[in-house]
């Protein structure tokens, strides 16, 4: 039985993947800060992924009982939403120590336990090669850079014999969704430097995120990426026709149809 490890394992889109993936057949160790509610039938192991030490601790746990892994699934993200000139320094830490460095310490804990033939799967977002919208900038350049690294460790592993692929969701139905109106209306109540037309600018997010799948359609790509004889380098999964419209236009019009909706 093939183990795989799977980061966000407590959340919408990770619980989904451990479910479907060890229903599959996988023998899967779900790696989280808090265990997960409720019942669930694969192996949970407790780790902080901004934490290097507590990272580490849990590669010797899963190598002691696991000895080696197929795959490492990347599902553990955070969404946030604020002016890039006024965002707090730790929050713009914390995202990237989630989103970027997150990936990068448990691929270097957990190295020693991939061999030839394994796969690495990071979960990255529809937006990270899209020009981003006003305020929601922070998440869309974590994960471009997520992207960025995941190319880098493509053509790296090649060589060992490790394939890595990325997954694209555009909106899921999950609790990111609720945080990120929760962010926008607290960026609205506490910018000193924006006065735009908050209600104008929520129906933009809603419009964006009003096409959403479940987090056990994500889960079904990862799966299909785990399966494939020769898995693609990326998986696309509900992309938002009006994001790709507007990006698909010259910067210059892209700027200005933002400045006439959202200024006042």
Not at 131 to 144: E, R, V
Not at 199 to 205: G, L, T
Request: charged content about 20%; overall charge positive; hydrophobic content about 45%.
């Amino acid at each position: 039985m093939k183990n795989v490890l799977v980061t966000g394992a407590a959340g919408g889109m990770g619980r989904a993947a451990c479910e479907l993936l060890a229903k599959s057949g996988f023998r899967i160790w779900g790696l989280d800060r808090a265990e997960p509610q409720g019942e669930y039938a694969w192996r949970f192991v407790r780790a902080d992924i901004t934490d290097a030490a507590s990272v580490e601790a849990a590669r010797d746990a899963v190598a002691a009982e696991a000895g080696s892994l197929y795959a490492i699934v990347h599902m553990a993200g955070v969404y946030d939403l604020n002016s890039l000139v006024e965002m707090p320094e730790e929050d713009w830490a914390r995202i990237f120590g989630v989103n970027l460095s997150g990936p990068y310490r448990v691929n270097r804990a957990f190295m020693p336990l991939l061999a030839e033939g394994s796969r690495i799967v990071l979960v990255s977002s529809e937006l990270a090669p899209l020009d981003p919208l006003p305020f929601t900038g922070i998440y869309g350049i974590t994960k471009a850079a997520l992207e960025k690294y995941a190319f880098s460790l493509r053509m790296e592993l090649q060589l060992l014999g490790i394939g890595v692929s990325v997954v694209r969701p555009g909106a899921v139905d999950t609790q990111l969704l609720d945080v990120s109106m929760q962010r926008l209306d607290e960026f609205h109540a506490n910018t000193k430097l924006y006065a735009c037309n908050a209600a104008r600018f929520r129906r933009i997010v809603e419009r964006v995120e009003s096409r959403q799948v479940t987090p056990e359609a994500v889960a079904r790509v990862v799966l299909k990426a785990l399966q494939a004889r020769r898995p693609r380098y990326v998986y696309n999964i509900n992309r938002n026709p009006l994001l790709l419209l507007l990006n698909a236009l010259p910067d210059r019009i892209q700027t200005a149809i933002i400045r006439m909706v959202l200024k006042p």
